[in-house]
């Protein structure tokens, strides 16, 4: 099953992003811990949650 968009969208500005002079190596996506002063300079990258909705045509 391919990945959800968002997913993907957030993989490739992660790889895009990645090698910087101002982020160099530290990119990272949905980090849970706080970042430590040896890895900064430093980038991270969060997606919220959405809700989809179906469309539906047609009388209900």
Do not use: W
């Amino acid at each position: 099953m391919a990945n959800h968009l968002r997913r993907q969208i957030r993989e490739r500005a992660a790889t895009t992003l990645t090698g910087l002079s101002t982020t160099g190596s530290n990119v990272f996506q949905s980090r849970f811990y706080p970042m430590k002063s040896a890895g900064l300079p430093g980038l991270c990258m969060y997606t919220k949650d959405e809700e989809a909705e179906i469309p539906v045509m047609g009388a209900s």
